[in-house]
């Protein structure tokens, strides 16, 4: 039971950090961004390759986060920076059609195999938790990364000059131009930040959940369902959410197996009868 | 004493902290034409939108003739006889202009839509909507876009589109902004032909325009009700004159 | 362009599809007839999403459901009726839509996106994942069904093309008039200002559930006559790819006209077959077409027919002065 909460914590802090980008992106920049999990999906398969060529994990992270965030920069400013003024219908079609060419790039590249990452030496070993029981360092890792970054995020945005800047293009991009900020950077700058979340997610995702060609999909309904409940735009909200869904997940699969991807869908209904705009959405 | 059509006791609007709209209570009868003046952000805008449904009010009721109308939607008022138009104007800009006025006959039709017959074979909304068109000065105009017709035309349509539904109660949110003279002259003409069917409720800044319509003057400030009565009295009001008239630099006796 | 001028082009090209048979050979006869019963699919979506402004992520759902009840219902030796089988499906398929209609109708623009992808889904999971029906493997529908009328036999792919032109030029000829009737003219008028809708007097999410429904219902004719073609029903039929599709069929031929609907169907799949012969990867390349189709010209084929014709026009006015 113990393990189970662990585990359901564990992952549902995993999508939060995936769903973090998702929802800041949207929330800022007004682009619903459908390659999202794409990145995902581009972050595990690095972690993949650059763990064989460069010998470990730990060389691979920093060089995946530093590759995914260039890779969003350019994406923005080639493409994304034209979504802007669009509708949405052209926004996910765009987004669409990058998923298709995201995933064609890695067969060519990659293949379409199924792939496992060996977990790092220094964190294999399992934490005894009772007599009988005990854990996986890794999967606290995982957790503890997560939360650092949950934190850094809040810090940044709340408590900070940059965060402040942000949250003032966010709510009124116009006037925040007049008075001197630089919009496009901004934007750049959160688009990047939301590929590079994304894919640090898949990297240190990938030695439990090994790495294989669906995932990048699987992971974004997850994140719109997780944006759906907790509300567009809100942190707290894709938070919440995401914890409710890997509890939601987790012990679905464990009590009702072939049910259980349907479970957090009936969780999502259940929320929009009540509360059309999520649990902390404006409306 | 006029037939009340539309009522609001102590009709409060908040919106987290801030009171919008604060204990307002008016009526509006049929016959009349009752203007809501005050300086920007008094609550006025916020108030036809309470009327007219689109925001709920957070306490108050609201009465349209005997029925509690104060949780109903927006579209359900509409469709009690109760039509707005907007201050920024709000009409289907690549419709005609005769579109737009059908539509809104059409929507007062009740029942199940029909789905097989052509819409333009329904008489009944077709001359609706000329017949407003005709009263707003726009029948030459019928088959034109809404967006390309002028300001003025634009501002006309609305208020053609509030009348071709036949309401019973007219709210009327600044019809005259961005006028030029010659159509506030037309629109204030329209307006007062109309005083004698409908109970109107008038939003408005210029001040020329409200003495002449008014019959019954409330003064909004800060979202409250500072003064209510005949528009005579109000115009000899002192306090009004201070908060409102005087600092305006407006209007002399 | 004048009504005439627009009923002889239409016209014309029926009488090219109505005689397309009697020049092409199998494989031809067969891909024109999958596009024609994929216009289904994407007409019925140009009602949501160009007619009344509702972008749906989640279409293929009501097109998968009514291929399924097919699937599950057909004997395994002989064809199932088709007077009983298509209506049950058809009800299945808008049944799905009015539930989940009700659902999703309140929310609005990029919520209504997600949550509409998010449904579809798990309809998606609960036929991948179950057993119910065959699970990822899918099922095979082995004889089509039967329309017990003496001369058609849904069998003969030649019969089953004529079926399938007369149910596109039907379904069209029905949106054409719904479109023009009160009820089209105020779901038109919803997606150009809903706002302004409700406060004329609409109901306007009961309009809303009403589009989603019907647009449910003629999704699930194409898939049950998808099913009934291909001789086989599995999930991906639900998947948001194919969601993702559809949308991309619409607004390749221009959404807003039921015209383009049927133009973006052709064009998407003959595209598909080019870039499928050019590379096992031919995602890559239909991938980048998107992306410049949205970029460069995103009214469509129609559009840029539009264009072209506004263009011409300019023209001629300079040209005659």
Known sequence: MLIQ????????????????????????????????????????????????????????????????????????????????????????????????????????????????????????????????????????????????????????????????????????????????????????????????????????????????????????????????????????????AALLIGFCDTFGKVLFPEFAGIAVYLLMAGVLLFRPAGLFGRA | MNEVLLRANDLSRRFGGLVAVDGVSLALARGEIHAVIGPNGAGKSTLVNLLSGELAASSGTIHLREIDVTRWSADRIARGGVARTFQHTNVFPAFSAFENCRLAAQAHAGGVPGLWRNAHRYPAWSAAALAALAATALAARAEVAASTLSHGEQRALEIAMALAGAPSVLLLDEPLAGMGPEDVAGVVGLVRGLRERHAILLIEHDMDAVFALADRLTVMANGRVIASGTAQAIRENAEVQEVYLGAAGELAS | MSTRRRIVLLGGALVLLALFPLLAEKFYLQLVTRIMVLSIFTLSLDLLVGYTGMVSLGHAAYFGIAAYVLALVAPADVGANVWLTLPV?????????????????????????????????????????????????????????????????????LHFYYVALMLMVGVFALLATLLRSPFGRALQGIKANERRMRSLGFATLRYKLAAFVIAGTLAGLAGYLAAAREGYVNPEMLAWHQSGTVLMMLILGGMGTLVGAVLGTFAYVLLQEVFSDITRHWQLLMGTFIIVAVLVFPQGLAGLAQQWRRRRARLEDASGE
């Open chain 3, 89 to 157: 499906a058809l009800l299945a398929s808008a049944l799905a839509a009015l539930v989940i209609g009700s659902l999703v109708v309140r929310t609005a623009g990029v919520y209504f996106i997600m949550v509409t992808l998010a449904f579809a889904q798990m309809i998606y999971y609960f036929f991948h994942d179950t057993r119910v029906a065959g699970g990822s493997d899918g099922i095979y529908v082995n004889v089509r069904p039967q329309t017990f009328i003496p001369g058609i036999d849904l069998g003969d792919d």
């Open chain 1, 5 to 240: 909460i662990l585990n359901s914590v564990q992952y549902g802090l995993l999508l939060f950090l995936v769903a973090s980008g998702l929802t800041l992106i949207f929330g800022i920049m007004g682009v619903i961004n459908l390659a999202h999990g794409s990145f995902y999906m581009i972050g595990a398969y690095m972690a993949f390759a650059l763990a064989e060529s460069l010998g470990s994990l730990w060389l691979a992270l920093p060089v995946g986060i530093v590759l995914a965030a260039a890779l969003g920069l350019i994406i923005e400013w080639l493409l994304i920076s034209r979504l802007y003024r669009r509708d949405h219908l052209h926004q996910v079609l765009l987004t669409f059609g990058l998923i298709l060419v995201f995933e064609e790039l890695r067969s060519i590249a990659l293949g379409d195999d199924v792939h496992s990452v060996p977990i790092p030496a220094l964190l294999s070993a399992s934490l005894p938790l009772t007599d009988t029981l005990s854990y996986p360092v890794y999967r606290l890792f995982i957790s503890g990364v997560c939360i650092a970054l949950a934190a850094a995020m809040y810090w940044t945005l709340q408590k900070t000059r940059l965060g402040a800047r942000i949250r003032a293009a966010a709510s009124n991009p116009e006037m925040a131009q007049s008075l001197g900020l630089d919009i496009r950077w901004i934007h750049a700058l959160v688009f990047a930040t939301g590929v590079a979340l994304a894919a640090l997610a898949g990297m240190i995702a990938a030695p439990v959940s090994s790495v294989f060609p669906g995932m990048g999909n699987q992971v974004l309904i997850v994140c719109f369902v997780i944006v759906v409940i907790g509300g567009i735009g809100s942190l707290r909200g894709a938070l919440v």
